[in-house]
């Protein structure tokens, strides 16, 4: 090698090792500044090959437990010198809510064989990378590490989904049942079950357990298995998710033996939201709010929150700013699609349907967005056309489910409604909307038993919800039962669940008045009527009130209050102003004719009578006393 090409040699080596050192340097500065923490002096500056290659090895299961070591050597430092300072106390570990949280544990890079151990692994993660599963499971046969293991396993297990949903596609088609089942879960679960009993597992093989143990159904087992996870590791938002899944009641949540870490008030919100407890999510992500002031996630939760407990209008100033702020966000603004449905507002939706179709048309959120859109304009066959598409692209997105099952009642395609139903109750039994949809078809069949009892689900499932209340009512009140006491029993349960539109009132007052309940009838009118002027609502459920209160104060002889109510209705137009002008010449009769017959009273009646002369009232009340 001549001289200059020697040069040429050392000048290019010198100016690697300077590139290393400036990124080093550059990286070490970053991770300082954004922690706010003094600069280590005694950081190695090692070269970027080893060290950024082992620190690749966590699989991508979820953001949140991706280290930050993939970027440069300094992370790596950084990190050390973090569960350092950790382990000594050096950092605090309190948020400034004021809760005491245990700190995060840091997962250790457990070591490779020494026979191409790193490289297998790199070429197994392209290959999972690339869902080439069995292909990664098998460049990583006999290799015994943590991440190893979990990285193979995991390839395993997505290789038999992969394949079940193929099979399912071959049998029933895209959107048909099957029962077709993972068929690696058998040797999944003797491999992590072994490994967990000799304690060679970490969180993420753990979590992976759980998910074999509940499709194979051993609930019981897989919420020990998940909760180890997340105390183990806490950023596995995966595993919370799952645990969610599991927690079917608040006794269960209430078992759970979980570290006071602050992703659990993540998940304990979550919980309550699932668990339809919004008032309890609403608090938790009030408060969450006040640590993380500028997460999006926390907002779209409390405005998911708000329009289930009906507060319409708060809810949509918040996906308002949520949009303001993202104006290309997808996750939860079908959600708010269906608030405009509520509330009718076909522009506002018509502009995010629009806005979603631009952004990303090939996700179940914009197709079941667009889905609503073109419900809200009557085209109910667009509308089930967009919802199979979401469905296509989600088998188990369950709001798409139940909103087409809703589109098939509006066609009335019964049987097609019913199949939409109870999937969405296959994918989740605790979807009240499902329960109380094949309630409705079933009374739009004439089916009022079956009806019943699909309402009661709901209504068990959401006690809260007057809706509910109401249509079992309605249930029990029709033709085929007429059992008019339930009847009573669920419209007065509607009325306590803080009944809006004020349906539980009225119908109250009306089965009390057909029972002959006159006392308990006159409470509901009058209370009914003290709603509908406070709400200032017209309309002949208030002309109904007021007529039965003025006959049933005649009949208690409260004739002023009768006489008020009469006056009242002087005011509208049609038969009940003669009929209140019918009871008020009763009424004036009735006050003449009741009061004692001595002289007082005859002078009074004259005064009051403006110049009538004496013997003229005398015979007229002595006729209408004899009468």
């Known amino acids: 090698m001549s001289s200059k090409e020697s040069y040429r040699v050392e000048l290019r080596s010198a100016a690697r090792q300077l590139s290393d050192r400036c990124l080093y340097s550059a990286a070490k500065w970053a991770a300082e500044l954004l922690i706010d923490i003094e600069p280590d002096a005694h950081a190695p500056a090692s070269s970027a090959s080893s060290s950024a290659a082992s620190a690749r090895a966590t699989p991508s299961t979820s953001s949140a437990a991706r280290p930050l070591s993939h970027l440069h050597p300094a992370a790596s430092a950084y990190r050390r010198r973090l569960r350092s300072a950790a382990s000594s106390g050096d950092i605090a570990a309190t948020p400034p809510a004021g809760v005491s949280y245990i700190s995060t544990p840091v997962p250790d890079d457990d070591g490779f064989n020494s026979d191409g151990g790193n490289d297998r692994y790199l070429l197994a993660k392209s290959y999972f990378d690339c869902r080439d599963y069995r292909r990664a499971a098998h460049a990583l046969r006999g290799q015994t590490g943590k991440k190893a293991g979990f990285l193979r396993c995991y390839a395993l297990y997505l290789a038999g989904e992969k394949r079940k949903e193929e099979e399912m596609i071959e049998l029933d088609g895209s959107l048909g049942k099957s029962d077709v089942v993972n068929s690696e879960l058998i040797s999944l679960e003797r491999e992590l079950s072994s490994l967990r009993r000799i304690g060679s597992i970490d969180s993420f093989g753990l979590y992976l357990y759980g998910l074999v143990l509940k499709d194979k159904g ?5 919420v020990t298995v998940f909760v180890e996870s997340v105390n183990s590791f806490p950023w596995n938002w995966s595993a919370w998710s799952e645990l969610q899944s599991l927690c079917t009641s608040t006794d269960t949540l209430n078992k759970l033996n979980l570290k006071n870490h602050w992703m659990k008030d993540f998940f304990l919100a979550s919980a309550y939201q699932e668990l ?27 405005a998911t929150a708000l329009y289930s407990l009906r507060e319409l209008d708060e809810a949509e100033v918040i996906f308002e700013d949520l949009l ?13 699609s269906n608030l405009l449905y509520a509330k009718e507002c076909f522009s506002a939706l018509s502009f995010l349907a629009h806005r979603v179709f631009l952004t990303d048309k090939y996700r179940p959120e914009s197709c079941c967005i667009i889905a609503n859109y073109y419900s809200l304009k009557g085209q109910h066959e667009k509308s089930v056309l967009y919802f199979r598409r979401a469905l296509k692209l989600n088998r188990k997105y369950l709001s798409a489910w139940t909103l087409m099952g809703h589109e098939y009642v509006e066609m009335k ?6 199949d939409a139903y109870r999937r969405a109750i296959e994918i989740n039994p605790r979807d009240y909307r499902a329960w109380y949809g094949l309630g409705q078809t079933y009374e739009v069949m004439n089916m009022p038993f079956y009806a019943l009892y699909y309402f009661r689900k709901s209504s068990y499932l959401q006690p809260n919800d007057s809706r509910l209340w109401i249509a079992m009512a309605q249930c029990y009140e029709s033709a085929p039962l007429q059992m008019l006491e339930e009847a009573i029993k669920c419209y007065t349960r509607a009325a306590n669940s803080n009944d809006s539109e004020g349906i539980a009132l009225h119908q109250l007052a009306k089965l009390h008045g057909v029972l002959g309940h ?4 006159a409470f509901f009118y009058k209370k009914d009527l003290e709603r509908m002027e ?3 609502r017209q309309g002949p459920n208030m002309v109904e009130a007021m007529l039965y209160l003025a006959r049933y104060y005649k009949s208690e002889k409260k004739l002023e209050e009768a006489e008020f109510y009469c006056t009242r209705l002087l005011d509208y137009t049609g038969p009940e102003r003669e009929t209140a002008k019918s009871l008020l010449r009763g009424l004036r009769i009735a006050q003449t004719a009741f009061p004692s017959m001595d002289i007082g009273h005859f002078e009074s009646h004259v005064h009051i009578g403006n110049g009538v002369g004496l013997l003229t009232d005398l015979k007229y009340l002595m006729i209408t006393w004899e009468k």
């Open 218 to 222: 051993c609930e019981s087992l897989a």
């Open 276 to 302: 339809k407890m919004h008032e309890e999510a609403l608090k938790r992500y009030e408060c969450l709010l006040g640590v993380f002031r500028s997460s999006d996630y926390i907002q779209s939760q409390i």
């Open 324 to 336: 303001r702020n993202d104006p290309y966000r997808v996750e939860s603004m079908d959600i708010y």
């Open 413 to 418: 395609n019964t049987p097609a409604a019913i």
């Open 518 to 521: 006159s006392e308990q009838a």
């Open 534 to 536: 406070a709400e200032g």
